[in-house]
């Protein structure tokens, strides 16, 4: 793995405003968000094209180095055992006076461009359907490798917003049948051994609105943490992103090519098919559980900030468009 400039990154952390990344006394510029996460490159030259995404939730180094460990076997067995290609990565921990360790997954920077979620929208629909298809081809993989394998299987977040395509023109846009991709969201590396989850998923509730930490883990962090193991649910999942990013003419097309490729490609996986219902229910749910969830933290951010008068460490999503 690439060493890097882990005295800048030090730093860095030291003087970050978690509300204005922009204003940290090293700035940092937000590439993306997630539904919990933003990601961010560090405008220093010594940290330069590689895009950041900081996890400030560890209370121990036992639970940094189980982490670390999964991070990077995750990542290995998607390139090596799987056949998903995945950026040039790496992992850095900084251990502060005070509060809770953090991690930073850190990827090489992929130009914005390529990403899904960006190029479905200068792609035309039918370059659209193939890129789709490129992508259930790629997460086929996953349930090929689970099926032969007793002792492990993993999990995937296959939403088009986490695939970057290789060599993408924007003068010229274009994928067909032989284009390459990346796969990027690798933060949250789902693996199971002997059915048992590697990752605790309680890590990841510490970012959670304190006051609700008991209500997100009883109604949903069981079902977040088992829907990426379940190719139809995720085949669900990556057409009804098309809600989000505002493509939504396209839900039905998609939806006749996920089941032309469950009948065809993926026969013998068995996988039911998908309707059109099934994909608006799931996006209408998902979307009102993300709306509640943002709010809520940005409560809590109120909370810690003007009430406590305690740092709040986490840097949130802006406005994400639904």
């Known amino acids: ?68 460990q999964i991070f990077i076997e995750y990542n290995k067995l998607l390139k090596d055992e799987v056949g998903i290609d995945v950026p040039e990565f790496t992992c850095a921990r900084i251990i ?67 695939w970057a395509i290789k060599e993408f023109d924007i003068k010229n846009p ?15 590396p789902f693996i199971q051994k002997d059915g048992e989850e590697q990752l ?24 977040v943490m088992t829907r990426y193991y379940d190719f139809h649910l995720v085949a669900v999942d990556v057409i009804a992103n098309f809600y989000k990013e505002q493509r939504p003419d396209l839900i039905p097309e998609l939806v006749d090519s996920v089941n032309r490729f469950f009948a065809a490609e993926a026969k013998e996986l068995g996988m039911a098919p998908v309707t059109q219902k099934e994909v608006r229910s799931y996006y209408k749910q998902d979307a009102m559980i993300w709306r509640i969830y943002l709010n809520l933290r940005k409560l809590d951010r109120f909370l810690y900030t003007r009430i406590l008068h305690k740092p709040y460490v986490y840097i949130l999503p802006g406005k994400i468009k639904r």
């Open 174 to 188: 274009h994928v067909d049948t032989n284009t390459q991709l990346y796969y990027v969201d690798t933060s949250t």
């Open 1 to 68: 793995m690439p060493e890097l400039d882990i005295d800048l990154l030090k730093r860095f952390e030291r003087g970050l405003d978690p509300r204005h990344p922009g204003k940290s006394k090293i700035s940092a510029k937000v590439i993306g968000y997630g539904e919990i996460s933003t990601i961010f490159e560090i405008e220093a030259e010594t940290l330069a094209g590689w895009a950041f995404k900081r996890l400030p939730i560890f209370k121990a180094l036992a639970e940094v180095d189980q982490y670390e």
């Open 200 to 223: 605790n998923p309680e890590l990841f509730l510490r970012s959670a609105p304190s006051f609700l930490v008991w209500l997100v883990k009883w109604l949903f962090l069981e079902d």
């Open 96 to 162: 502060p006076e005070k509060g809770n360790i953090v991690v930073f997954d850190i990827q090489r920077k992929l130009p914005s461009e390529s990403m899904g979620h960006k190029a479905i929208h200068v792609l035309d629909n039918k370059n659209i359907a193939t890129f789709v298809e490129i992508v259930l081809r790629e997460l086929k993989k996953v349930w090929t490798f689970n099926k032969t394998n007793d002792h492990i299987r993993i999990g995937i977040d296959g939403q088009i917003s986490n």
